[in-house]
């Protein structure tokens, strides 16, 4: 359907061997030997380059007409530049919402306001008050009403 490079790839994953997979090159860390003031976030700069973000956008461009096509919902995003400054995302989006698609738990409309400077909230406990058993209300209070 679309031309990627010369070559077919094809990927056989058994995602059962990749649950058990240890990677050699990372240690493992105790948390307990790490000082919390050693702890600090890094920022990497970088940025990519004008003829990557350009194979990027094409790539999210035939993964975007294949979810068009079939009515696929999807959120695609990658940075394109990061440093001290902030972050600048490229971002791609087939929604639901403007597609007339109805999703039991749309997480695609969550995604799109964190990328717009949302804050994400977890949900809350449900806490339900009888009122009556912290302020009853007495007879002669209620006829004066």
Known sequence: ?????EQDYEVDVDFDEMESFDNPAQEEINSEDIEE????????DFTVSEEIVEQLKDKMKDILS?????????????VTNDNKNG?????????????????????IEKHILIAN???AVPKREVLELDMEKIAPIEASDAEEE
Request: include cysteine; aromatic fraction near 16%; proline fraction near 2%.
């Open 117 to 119: 400077g949302f804050a």
């Open 87 to 107: 972050t600048d995302y490229t971002n791609v989006v087939y929604g639901t919402k403007c597609n007339n698609i109805h999703l039991a738990d749309d997480q």
């Open 66 to 78: 294949i979810c068009q096509i079939y009515r696929i919902p999807c959120y695609m995003s990658f």
């Open 1 to 5: 359907m679309f031309d990627y490079d």
């Open 37 to 44: 003031s050693a702890i600090e976030a890094v920022t990497s």
